[in-house]
């Protein structure tokens, strides 16, 4: 590669919108010291992200008063090597849905159960009645 054709890597390098934003960052000696090379990587670095693809990516400002917040909502299938205790906080929120879901299917289960028996006419505890059966008929 001739000299004229690295000036003109380097220059179109240089005008990348993602290494600008980097390079925006750092004191102009050190901006000025990466070869093309060095910049060729950074900005295979840069857009080669593989973190940045998620499910849902929903981003939005607020304005409450005089100040303007924002907020990222981020989902999608976790690729990182978890730590013992993000492991542990998992497993617990896994048992925790579970237990809320299986707690949740049994009642319903027995809902449909209750409203099976009065349908039929059928009463377990003579004059007593949960008033379930007369609020679902109504």
């Known amino acids: 590669m001739n000299p004229l054709e690295s000036d003109q890597l380097r ?18 000696k050190i901006q000025t010291s990466f070869s093309e090379e060095q910049l060729s990587y950074l900005k295979l670095a840069l857009v080669d992200r593989k973190w940045g693809n998620h499910s849902v990516d929903w981003r939005g400002t ?27 906080i998992g497993l617990f929120l896994q048992t925790a849905l579970l237990a809320i879901f ?3 299917s049994v009642l319903m289960g027995l809902l ?11 009463d377990l505890i003579p004059g007593f009645s949960l008033g379930i059966w007369d609020w679902f008929k109504s």
Request: net charge positive; proline share 3%; aromatic share 12%.
């Open 112 to 122: 449909a159960l209750y409203l099976a028996k009065s349908a039929a006419g059928i």
């Open 62 to 88: 607020l304005k409450f008063i005089h100040y303007r917040y924002y907020f990222v909502l981020l989902l999608g299938r976790n690729r990182r090597e978890l730590s013992r205790g993000e492991h542990q």
């Open 11 to 28: 220059d179109e390098l240089r005008q990348d919108a993602a290494l600008q934003h980097l390079m925006a960052r750092m004191p102009p």
């Open 102 to 104: 299986l707690i949740f």
